[in-house]
């Protein structure tokens, strides 16, 4: 049975079950007798068993099959639930994630040995419930019954003859007859299990009931294999005993009856024969391992109404390409423009649509900080409260893959360096518990996301210091720099200010990575801290990444996009006021100093209005900076799709991307940020 087609559904499907599991056991550890919450684990478990069994995945079915044992006795009220059961628990769970995330990425579990864990569940069983006797002291006696288990599979003619060539190239063949414990509830798939065990030491020639049958669960407690191997019996045995839910196993090693009958003359015929080799299949898993290409979330889970939603539009889309297939054929224009804005309607609607299709909530990622932030207050000592809003706002799928891990620097950040110790907050007055917020609401065509904490703010003179003492910027130059700019050196990369290094933070990496792949998003990060009374970071992000509404330009003579949500206005401004400061051109625009860019310059175009008195400028934002760009005309505003650059142009900082125009041209989208 080919398992690779089940096997993204798999990984999508653990990962989400392994996400449940997380938050539940959050619960459970501060309502340890909810017995709702044990049930919604143990099923959590139970699927798990069943899906890593059906797939073959031996580690994975052992350790929740161990897991499941341990709740089944918390439930039975056999065992009280305590901070080393949660923390083993959490451990279980790290560990599935491990084989799952191994699984996605090269097809197997990986070599990571559950035993250390399944011994700390026993031992769990053991010091809390009554011995189910010693299984041990009966093995003689199960082995004694075992010798006297009667077989019902056959030996045909053919199965000899293979038994009798296999001999011939010093292979044992066995009679298997494995029982499963009656109380197991995914028969087909423990004995997939046992196959797939089988198999990686030898062949199973014949089975009782057939593949087929066993697979479609058609048979009662008990199977039986022939089987072909170098092994001996006792380890067949051990191998398959290390399954769970085995009740008992049956081996009896096969003599060939064609061995004992044959004639000299099909002896000297057998002789002649090349014999079969058994090791081809041992060695193909050997030395060719199968390459199994890495595999990331692809998928979407779509609201049905937003489906219908979108084949409606399509419809329409076809509709409207008949209608206007006719009108060309009349020859009448007439109704041309009527039927061109109804097309527009219909494109503009089913943008949305579309848009709406790849939105998922963000909830997606911020699920896994409540975890993160329980173990990083055990591990520093402090204690954290951290409150979620906004769980449901939807943002693009592809932001929501590259979220994650500038989020992650941020909490850590906040927990690590904002949040002071219990007898410091004491000191100031504050609450005992420090509390970190996480936001996510829209606004307009962005979504924030805000991280504030109550901590002990931005340290601006540790910062300055440590500025100048790294080389960044000089006493001179940080004198005339306001707080703002100063706190934006944290953003420099290797700028730490933690005193030593160590696994939370100091290595000057964190706030270096936040901003260039919030950047590379399109978005921007804006920090406000006050000294003792916390920090906020603000992360703005567009809604999406493939669509934009773009302002059109002429640069020379070439069309460019500007990305509209970055455009505060547009004006004219006479080239006689335009002043050089520290050889930087500016000028007084709404009593403001606006530096100004000259786009043909950045951009290597020939300009064909330099002589002009009037200078057309794009004003542009950046958090609270602004800047003026000079462009030669205004063409209007156009939704625009992105499309990239590809790996030969990445790197070329000014340009975002590229768009076709609707007359098949190529205009490039310049982004605004890396201009400042």
Known sequence: MDMNQYLDIF?????EHLQNMN???????????????????????????????????????????EMENVLQSIRNKEIEVNEYIIDVLFECLDTLEGYVNEVGTS???????????????????????????DKSDNSDEEEDINKDEK??????????????????SNFNSFKIKVELNPNCMLKAARAFIVFNTLEKFGEVIKSKPSAEEIEDEKFDDSFEVIFITKLDNKTIENEILKISEIEKITIEKIESTLDKEESAEDKL???????????????????KPKKVKSRTSKTVRVDIDRLDNLMNLVSELIIIKTRLEDIEDSKVNTNMNEAVEYLERITTSLHDAVMKVRMVPIERVFNRFPRMVRDLTKELGKEINLYMTGEETEVDRTVIDEIGDPLIHLLRNSIDHGIEDPKERDKHGKPHAGNVYLRAYPDGNNVVIEVEDDGKGIPID??????????????????????????????????????KVSDISGRGVGLDVVKTKIESLGGLVEVHSEYNKGSKFI????????????????????KYALPLNSIKEIATIKTESIRKVQNQEVVLFRNNTLPILRMNEILQVNSIYEDKEELIIVVVKKGDKTAGLVVDNLIGQQEVVIKSLGKYLAGIKVIAGATILGNGQIALIVDPNSLF
């Not at 049930?39 to 798990?48: P, S, Y």
Request: without cysteine.
């Open 23 to 65: 938050q539940i056991l959050l619960k459970l550890e501060t309502a340890t007798d909810d017995l709702t919450l044990l049930n919604e684990i143990f099923r959590i478990a139970h699927t798990l068993k069943g899906m890593s069994g059906t797939m073959g995945y031996t580690r994975m079915a052992n350790l929740t099959h």
């Open 539 to 558: 992360i703005r992000l567009p809604l999406t990444l493939a669509i934009i509404q773009a302002l059109m330009v002429m640069i020379g003579d070439e």
């Open 107 to 133: 097809g197997v579990e990986g070599d990571y040995d559950p035993k250390p864990l399944i011994e700390k569940l026993t031992n769990i069983m053991n010091n809390n419930t009554e011995s189910n006797g």
């Open 151 to 168: 077989f019902t599979i056959e030996l045909e003619e053919i199965t000899n003859n293979v038994i009798s060539k296999a001999s011939q």
């Open 11 to 15: 990984i999508e499907e653990s990962k």
């Open 462 to 499: 540790k910062v300055k210091n440590k500025a100048i003492a790294n080389g960044l910027v000089t006493e001179e130059a940080t004198n005339n720099m306001k707080d703002e700019e100063i706190i934006n050196l944290l953003f420099r990369p290797g700028f730490s200010t933690a005193e």
């Open 269 to 287: 015929v057998r002789n002649t024969e090349k014999p079969i080799d058994y090791n081809k299949k041992e060695k193909a898993k050997t030395d």
